[in-house]
């Protein structure tokens, strides 16, 4: 039987470019259908209001909302539609306004339950592949994306192939050495934070122009490696790939057999169009991923596609952690270091990851810990200015407000700690079909409830505390550490976990569905547990590795 394509794709971020990729390049025929718009790096200028406040790169949420439970005072849910988890809608998906904090897993997150035990209220399993089984796709990650770094020697150091990464450590600001030498003094191991940003010319994009506007805004040089200019522009250039922009993916159409054998789509006209292939590909973040599986019932699948474990939609991960700040005044330190300091663009690029495992007696037994991250706080100046009507004691204004503003602005830069921690996979963290409120195509909204686990709080609180504490040692004033368990609405993972039992898991350890023979998710969906870092790399790494499993399923 003749098809459109041998393999087609729905999302086309960090999930989904790899496998495009990788089978473009093996000589198969794909076709990316993306929902949003196709940018190119003429598109990304550093507008603050049309990037950020006006929400540009993802869906109106009166046409599109996403329907969010919150636990109220009384233990029960209360619903809103003011939330936004969608994430870069266009082509290249999220990973084109990433900071590009690519630190990799360790082998301790492939086996959280082994090692650690059950958390009570948490659904922890192993995963059921080894950190040896997707080193090698990590090192291609660094070679075909582009993955800039230096290796330095610390406690909870990964095993990998190539003694250091393919790029030097991208530009660094001065505080960078503040740091390294606060940390030598508290016997930690400051190490530079491996970046999927090219430093220099390189892989057909230019390097980092370190105007500071990166994460949430797409690069203007190509340097950060978004799905889409490190590997969907090579993907087409094969001859052997299409992009379809503006292709909103309504339904997966399956038959008796309970194989996929259509995908249905609106185009940019609103029309429907349809397009078959082999191998289909789900790859729309967590979220939408569960929600697209949920859409596309069948004659075998009742309650939606792959769910006859009902665990479409479960299992819903985010990042845990906490952050915090502190402030270098120009008053404590030299002429000199006050020049270094007001150095503009190039990144602080530190991290921590001394506590990744926490073994310490005063905390509690020995658990997973995780890491800490230091950088600018971002440079956009109005939402920065308008953070600062917001008082202690109310709205400041006047005189006051113009004083805390040339305060905030003039007498020295911030330093800001971002914590990275396990989010708990807990039963009241999860997707659904919204009953009632549907989208402006007529199919029903995700409805994604936000429960979450103390232990993410009280690892973020640790960490971040510590993160402070490296702060006043570099002589950081109005420090402040904090967490909270409002997830962050970028980092998403989970809701199609994959393992070696079909009553347990939506996937099994090929990421291939275990009920239907010819789908994949290759998103973060398929992830049990997030570790204690973002999720990009493990997504791209992974990607590539269940990009290799197609192509033995297709044969060669």
Not at 161 to 177: G, L, N, Q, V, W
Not at 475 to 483: H, K, T
Request: glycine content about 10%; overall charge neutral; aromatic content about 10%.
């Amino acid at each position: 039987m003749s098809h459109d394509f041998d393999v087609c794709i729905i999302g086309s971020g960090a999930g989904g470019g790899p496998v495009a990729y990788s089978l473009a390049k093996a000589g198969y025929s794909v076709v990316v259908l993306e929902k949003g718009p196709w940018f190119t790096e003429k598109d990304f200028f550093k507008d603050e209001l049309a990037c950020c406040l006006r929400g540009a790169y993802t869906p109106n949420l009166r046409e599109e909302p996403q329907i969010v439970e919150l636990e109220n005072d009384e233990g029960g849910w209360r619903s809103t539609s003011s939330w936004n988890f969608w994430n870069g809608n266009c082509v290249g998906g999220s990973s084109n306004f990433m900071s590009g904090f690519f630190h990799r897993l360790k082998p301790v997150d492939f086996k959280l339950l082994s090692t650690f035990g059950p958390i009570d209220g948490a659904n922890i399993v192993d995963w059921p592949i080894s950190y040896d089984e997707l080193e090698p796709y990590y090192d291609k990650v660094e070679h075909e994306v582009g993955v800039s770094g230096r290796i330095v020697a610390h406690p909870h150091a990964e095993p990998r192939r190539s003694p250091d990464f393919p790029y030097p450590p991208i530009t660094e600001h001065p505080i960078s050495k503040y740091i390294d030498q606060a940390c030598d003094k508290m016997g930690l191991h400051a190490i530079p934070t491996p970046r999927a940003i090219l430093p220099y010319p390189s892989l057909g994009r230019k390097g980092c122009s370190y105007n500071g506007y990166c994460g949430s805004y797409g690069c203007s040089t190509g340097a950060k490696g978004s799905s889409r200019a490190a590997l969907l522009t090579q993907a087409v250039a094969t001859g052997r790939c299409q992009v379809r922009p503006n292709a909103m993916v309504s339904r997966l159409v399956n038959d008796h057999s309970g194989k996929i054998v259509a995908v249905e789509y609106y185009d940019k006209a609103g029309q429907q169009k349809r397009v078959d292939a082999q191998i289909y590909v789900v790859a729309c973040q967590a979220i939408e991923t569960a929600r697209l599986l949920l859409l596309s019932t069948g004659p075998r699948h009742q309650n939606g596609l792959a769910n006859g474990s009902g665990l479409v939609g479960q299992n819903l991960l985010f990042a845990g952690g906490g952050a915090g700040s502190g402030r270098l005044p120009y008053a404590k330190f030299s002429q000199e270091k006050v020049e270094e300091l007001r150095n503009f663009g190039p990144f602080i690029n530190r991290a921590l990851q001394d506590w990744y495992v926490i073994d310490d007696p005063a905390f509690g037994p020995r658990q997973k810990g995780g890491t800490i991250d230091f950088v600018h706080r971002h440079p956009n100046p109005v939402a920065r200015a308008t953070r600062q009507i917001r008082g202690r004691k109310g709205i400041v204004w006047g005189k006051a407000l113009k004083d805390k503003l040339k305060a905030h602005f003039s007498e020295g830069p911030y330093v800001k700690i971002e914590a990275f921690c396990d989010w708990q996979p807990v039963p009241d963290c999860h997707v659904t079909l919204d009953p009632k409120i549907k989208d402006k195509w007529g199919l029903p909204v995700a409805r994604i409830r936000l429960g979450f686990h103390v232990r993410n709080l009280q690892i973020g609180w640790y960490l971040a505390a510590r993160g402070a504490e490296v702060l006043r040692q570099m002589g950081a004033e109005d420090v402040i550490s904090f967490a909270s368990g409002a997830p962050p609405t970028n980092l998403l993972a989970g809701t199609c976990r994959f393992g070696d039992d079909p009553k347990t898991s939506v996937l099994n350890a090929d990421c291939r569905a275990h009920e239907v023979e010819n789908l994949y998710v290759t998103d973060g969906s398929f992830m049990p547990t997030g570790g204690s870092v973002p999720y990009t790399w493990t997504i791209y790494a992974n990607a590539f590795r269940v990009a290799d499993r197609i192509v033995e399923q297709l044969g060669t």
